[in-house]
């Protein structure tokens, strides 16, 4: 009788601490998540709840890193409606719609996904992303809603930021108003698609930084980073989407990308263990340089004094201006182009290249093509090889006025087009 008393108990003890143990990353429509509880993903790596940013006290449903000592929020789901007091609870209906609401009647927030599963649940993963999938099915191809799709001012590792082309569904970090106020401000960070595919930093309308074009090895206005410990990246571009991701080398690491809007930049930081701090890796815009067109329409940027020149062959539009350190107009050709007589072309060593809006591409030609098709189109202005892997192949090309152009050591060539007898004194020099 003892034995099957024990025998009953270790039993009740296992069920008990089974419910418990698959309850911490997933809340199923049976379930509550008030204010003070919380769900931990699998292996403790990020946690979802209600918190309260800086010195606000507004509360928020969230996700952080769980196991460093200062709260990190890395997604935010209602940033533009705050709850006032501890009242919020989340919940999942079985419809597989997620909720927040106040005192169980006013809702906050909600997805709005259509999709449907037989037996929805809500759960945490180790990658940071909340997701709503059938409880039975594992597959991240059948999520019917996932939070890495609606980010919040922060890109983690094997989250993209990009657009679905066969729907039009756009993925873009949103900086926070201030360290108070996660809800959206003006600073924005993602791909656009004017001309061919770049990744922009906006402050409202302004353009305010690019990454220039994906060159097969990284973005020419960046450093090739590819040989550094703690991450790989890439840029998938086809029929389908078009994106940015980047993978952890070593899983044990922590490395995020931010955007901050006080200083208006794009930030990584990787975690030290040993400082128990987040270090900065790297930031953009980096240097004067970083901000878009500063040196004008046919300028070239350069981190020393002055940051301006004007590209070969060109001269300053308004030589006053200019002389002022007020590069806004730009440059010129020192001599007018004749496409009819014949133009020639100059090569620029190592520069990012420059805005996309005006551009065209072709990924199976080569240079050679390329320039004789520049050649012939005389609104070419510019064009070079669209990858720089494996020798060189594709072609690119830029219309009328060449912008945010940046001298960069580790970046690609680029033939801007000038007049014959300009060419032709170049060569001989």
């Given amino acids: 009788m003892e034995m099957d008393f024990h025998f009953y108990s270790a039993c009740c003890f296992l069920i008990i601490f ?3 143990s698959t309850a911490i990353d997933t809340l199923s429509p049976s379930e509550l998540l008030t204010d003070g509880m919380t769900l931990v993903s699998r292996t403790g790596s990020f946690e979802l709840g209600f918190f309260t940013p800086g010195s606000s006290e507004n509360r928020y449903l969230g996700i952080w890193y769980k196991n460093i000592p200062m709260q990190t929020v890395v997604w935010v789901a209602n940033r533009r409606n705050p709850i006032n007091g501890s009242t919020g609870m989340l919940k999942i209906e079985s419809s597989g719609k997620i909720l ?4 169980n009647t006013t809702v906050v927030w909600s997805t709005n996904s259509t999709a449907r599963v037989q037996n929805p649940i809500l759960q945490l993963l180790d990658s940071g992303n909340l997701v709503v999938k059938d409880g039975k099915d594992s597959n991240p191809e059948n999520y019917i809603w996932q939070s890495f799709d609606y980010p919040s001012d922060t890109l983690l590792p094997e989250m993209k930021i990009g657009i679905d082309l066969r729907t039009g569904f756009h993925r873009r970090l949103t900086a926070w108003k201030n360290w108070d106020d996660p809800s ?15 990744v922009v930093l906006r402050k409202g309308l302004e353009k305010y930084f690019r990454g220039g074009l994906w060159n097969g090895n990284g973005f020419s206005a960046a450093p090739n980073y590819r040989s550094n410990p703690i991450f790989d ?16 080398k070593n899983k044990s690491v922590m490395s995020r990308v931010v ?31 970083g901000k878009y067109g500063l040196c004008g329409p046919n300028g070239n ?6 940051a301006c020149q004007c590209l070969t062959g060109f001269r300053p539009k308004l030589f006053e201006r200019w002389n002022s350190s007020d590069w806004s107009d730009g440059c010129i050709h020192s001599k007018p182009l004749n496409c009819q007589s014949g133009d020639g072309f100059i090569r620029i060593g190592k520069v ?16 050679k093509e390329c320039r004789a098709k520049c050649l012939r189109n005389c609104s070419c202005m510019a064009f070079t090889n669209l990858f720089v892997t494996k020798g060189g192949s594709g072609c690119v090309m830029w219309f009328d006025d060449l912008l945010d152009i ?10 801007i087009r000038v007049s014959a007898s300009e060419a032709e004194r170049k060569k001989k020099c």
């Fill in 18 to 20: 089974s419910k418990v």
């Fill in 100 to 103: 927040i609401q106040v005192q």
């Fill in 184 to 198: 959206p401000s003006d600073l924005t960070y993602g791909i656009e698609l004017k001309g061919n595919p770049e």
């Fill in 233 to 248: 990246y890439d840029f998938i571009w086809n029929e389908s989407e078009v994106y940015y991701i980047f993978f952890l």
């Fill in 259 to 289: 955007l901050n809007q006080t200083q208006s930049e794009r930030q990584r930081y990787t975690w030290s263990p040993e400082t128990q701090t987040w270090k900065l890796f790297s930031v953009q815009p980096d240097g004067n340089c």
């Fill in 301 to 306: 940027c350069a981190d020393e004094f002055p």
């Fill in 352 to 367: 990012k290249t420059p805005d996309s809006t005006n551009s065209w591409i072709n990924k199976t030609i080569n240079l």
């Fill in 406 to 415: 940046k001298h960069q050591s580790d970046a690609q060539d680029l033939y």
